[in-house]
């Protein structure tokens, strides 16, 4: 066992490396930043009277615990990094137990004398060991910076245990679904949700009068990531609710382990259909797509709940607001400039719409990646397959994936919106959506490039940028980060939409850099030979 | 002699499908055991019940006469495996994934493990995901190899392998064969079964269709004459398929009828006569036929 831990260690050195250090390195570089740009007590208190009484801000940010500079930096980070955390223990996971089950390589494992669940023990403890690594290096990066060890030790391990909970997610997922993919997707809703779970109670909280708590509703009770908010790291600190993370790693753990002692190898708990006998597929885009779509329509059915979400809160909240003048006054001013409340509130979610574009259409390249390295690009050489025409197929998938989250996020949101007594900004809504492409298809364009030039970096590389590219785009100007660096990520230069007027220049350079970028990965792509 | 490895009426099903039919298996203690069988017959599957790695639906099986699902543990401490479609890290090199898994079965003995790298012709450095499938499945076979066990069971192994490592392959399993330790090779590669097998199973479909020596199964099967002679032979019993070629007549004949056959054949006179033994491959497609007639 403890040598399957270390192969397991061995095989994620770099991989993991990255993550925890990338996790607790933007926790610790993003609450410097914070210290330094709100130095002073009163600017933190307004900024938090501001958060306290736009939903938006409570939805895409967390919920204020006080004017401390740590409870500041916990408001603004924690939720991210409860995300980052919980997506290192889901890919993980999966990456050792059902991608390599699928591949065939716990066969081998399995015939030597280490039992049944061996494998699924090494690779839990190696979740747990990489999030308390997460969890360490956090505490002392925060204590370092000068916030009390207390509240840094309790923020690091209410992330670790957000990551720790998503370990035993992700070993059950791994057990319910037949393939590693598959196993990502559920677990990855799973994380989704927990983030929209907390979305939904922050946004729905009840401000204290003097705008510097905020209470969440009880939506944010059911998500491991809201879990961590309600510990107080830097408020009155509740320690106990971290347990909630043990208990439901422990339930779903249990559940994986009964599950693994008690199946076939290979075998999920879903089980598979017969296929055709004929095939209907006659292209080699017709292939991608056939093997895509599946991934398109939970892309979109992600894009729908993120609409719906977008459209049906806007209400509640605004009524919320509405119901304290003086606040209403001062939050309307403020959104003044961009326009109404409710508009600015819509954007903001609008802009996760975005990245949620910019991911599905940059898994169409990655899988196109992984086709390669799995050795079907090969099959297909023969009848004139390879890279630049594999390139091409993904890229017109993604294309259509961009539409399709897009047509679906703000026909959702309109919907919802119209539902809600608006209807005047169902088309706003809809065109917001839009609006959100052109930075999204950047990532897709980049990603194409670096297929075609470093195909092995593509998987990796394509969903750093993405990651970057958003966490620039959500924290750069609150940070004050140099408007150069700001500007590297396309999602900056998205017009906030709806809006009063909306620019639309950096809409047509960015779509005309995205195509350039595009059309060049695929003609470099032709020329290189196939990478395993 | 002990069994090693007993099954009896083993089905498995998945689902609707039908992977294994009342399937019957014994190997005794010492000997190489082919079995045999078209893609799709059950090898694997049976292969994997043997291991623990898939429970069975019905019937019962033993190896070392324990029960493979529950005691599977005890039985890996005894078994060295190569499954048929070898599949490995691609960031470790081979060198690392060898020492992983012979460590795991409690490591590997250091002089097998140098001499099956050099007798494999193997270059232990590279990264798993540039090894081609016969190198992959060098890997799995020197892991196998490069530690002592009671039991070897190969699924195919020398799929991808070309003719000289796959005699590199049958020496070793001559020499674990000395050591006194008991194999099960599955296969459907003929020649390696005739060479090596004391002993073969033929299933078909998820069910046995034969077991025995090769000499027992030969009884079961027509020996091919081609003569030049004035004989005719095709009224004699126990004779088929009469045909000429050019001068020569061509004919099957039953085991037990041989006997009149050479008889008629010596009083009408032969100028040539070759009496050839059925090979493997005729005894397999004799199964096959009758089975899918």
């Not at chain 1, 409860?82 to 991608?99: D, E, G, K, P, Q």
């Not at chain 1, 015939?111 to 190696?126: E, H, K």
């Not at chain 1, 940028?465 to 700001?486: D, E, Y």
């Not at chain 2, 490591?107 to 493990?113: H, P």
């Amino acid at each position: 066992m403890l040598r399957l831990l270390r192969a397991q260690a061995r095989r994620d050195r770099l991989q993991l490396i990255i993550w925890i250090l990338g996790t607790s390195l933007f926790g610790v570089a993003s609450g410097s930043a914070v210290i330094k740009e709100f130095g002073d007590a009163k600017g933190r208190e307004s900024l938090l009277q501001l958060a306290a009484f736009n939903p938006a801000l409570l939805a895409i940010r967390g919920t204020p615990d006080g004017s401390s500079t740590g409870a500041v930096i916990g408001f603004e980070l924690f939720t991210y990094l409860a995300v980052l955390a919980a997506l290192m223990s889901t890919f993980l996971v999966v990456r050792h137990s059902r991608a390599d089950e699928e591949a065939g390589r716990w066969e081998l494992l399995r015939s030597t004398p280490i039992g049944r669940a061996s494998a699924l023990t090494a690779t839990v403890i190696l979740g747990v060991l990489a999030n308390l690594a997460i969890a360490v290096l956090l505490t002392l990066g925060f204590t370092a910076t000068g916030l009390p060890f207390g509240g840094s030790l309790l923020i690091g391990l209410a992330t670790g245990g957000a990551g720790i909970a998503f370990v035993g997610v992700a070993a059950l997922a791994a057990q319910v679904a037949k393939t590693g993919r598959v196993a990502n997707t559920i677990a990855g809703l799973g994380v989704a949700l927990a983030w929209l779970l907390r979305a939904l109670g922050d946004a729905l909280g009840t401000p204290a009068k003097n705008g510097l708590h905020v209470t969440s509703a009880w939506p944010s009770w059911l998500s491991p990531i809201g879990w961590g908010q309600q510990a107080h790291p830097f408020g009155q600190p509740q320690p106990w609710i971290l347990l909630l993370d043990l208990a439901l790693f422990a339930v779903t753990a249990s559940a994986a382990f009964a599950i693994v002692r008690q199946r076939d190898l290979g075998a999920g708990l879903v089980g598979d259909r017969q296929g055709r006998d004929h095939g209907r597929v006659g292209s080699s885009f017709g292939l991608a797509w056939r093997l895509q779509r599946g991934g398109v329509i939970a892309w979109a059915g992600g894009a729908a709940v993120l609409g719906l979400f977008a459209g049906g809160l806007a209400k509640p909240a605004i009524d919320a607001i509405k119901g304290n003048p003086s606040v209403a006054v001062a939050v309307e001013a403020l959104a003044g400039k961009g326009g109404s409340l409710l508009e600015t509130f819509v954007a903001a979610i609008m802009a996760f719409l975005g990245v949620l574009a910019a991911g599905a259409a940059l898994q169409a390249v990655l899988r196109t990646r992984s086709e390669e390295s799995d050795g079907h690009t090969e099959l297909l050489l023969a009848g004139r397959g390879g890279p630049g025409r594999s390139l091409t197929d993904a890229l017109g998938i993604a294309v259509i994936s961009l539409l399709v989250v897009a047509a679906v996020g703000g026909l959702a949101a309109g919907a919802a919106l119209a539902g809600a007594g608006h209807p005047e900004l169902f088309w706003p809504a809809v065109g917001a959506a839009f609006v959100q492409l052109p930075a999204a298809a950047i990532f897709t364009a980049v990603a194409a490039l670096v297929f075609a030039v470093l195909p092995r970096a593509t998987v990796p590389l394509g969903w750093s940028l993405l990651a970057l590219g958003f966490l620039l785009g959500q924290f750069g100007s609150l940070f004050k980060l140099p408007k150069a660096v700001r500007d590297i990520s396309p999602f900056t230069h998205t017009p906030a939409a709806p809006g009063a007027h909306i620019d639309w220049a950096p809409l047509l350079v960015m779509t005309a850099i995205a195509v350039v970028v595009a059309v060049f990965a695929t003609a470099v792509s032709r020329r290189r030979d196939l990478v395993s | 002699m002990t069994i090693i490895v007993e099954a009896s009426g083993l089905s498995k099903s998945f689902g609707r499908v039908h992977a294994l039919n009342g399937l019957d298996l014994s190997v005794t203690g010492g000997e190489v055991h082919g079995f045999l069988g078209p893609n799709g017959a059950g090898k694997s599957t049976t292969i994997r019940i043997l291991l623990g790695l898939m429970k069975a639906s019905g019937g019962a099986a033993a190896v070392f006469g324990l029960d493979p699902w529950t005691r599977s543990v005890d039985i890996h401490r005894r078994v060295a495996y190569v499954p048929g479609d070898v599949s490995l890290w691609p960031t470790l090199s081979g060198g690392e994934i060898i020492d992983l898994l012979t460590s795991l079965r409690g490591g590997a003995d250091k002089t097998l493990r140098s001499s099956l790298i050099q007798d494999f012709e193997f270059n232990p450095r590279t990264k798993a995901r540039d090894y081609s499938k016969g190198n992959r499945q060098k890997v799995a076979l020197i892991a196998a190899f490069a530690r002592p066990a009671d039991l070897y069971v190969f699924d195919e192994p020398t799929s991808g392998l070309d003719p000289v490592m796959e005699s590199v392959f049958r020496r070793q399993v001559e020499r674990v064969k000395k050591d006194g330790a008991t194999i099960l090779l599955s296969s459907h590669i003929l020649s390696e079964v005739e060479e090596l097998c004391d002993r073969v199973t033929i299933i078909r479909s998820g069910t046995t269709v034969e077991t025995g020596t090769l000499a027992d199964l030969r009884h079961l099967t027509r020996t091919t004459f081609t003569a030049v002679t004035a004989a005719d032979v095709s009224k004699l019993p126990g004779v088929y398929e009469v045909r000429t070629e050019g001068e020569k007549t061509v004919f099957d004949v039953d085991t037990d009828a041989m006997q009149p056959v050479l008889a008629a054949l010596a009083k009408s006179g032969v100028t040539a006569l070759t009496v050839a033994p059925p090979s493997l491959e005729q005894l397999f497609l004799s199964h096959y036929e009758t089975q899918n007639a």
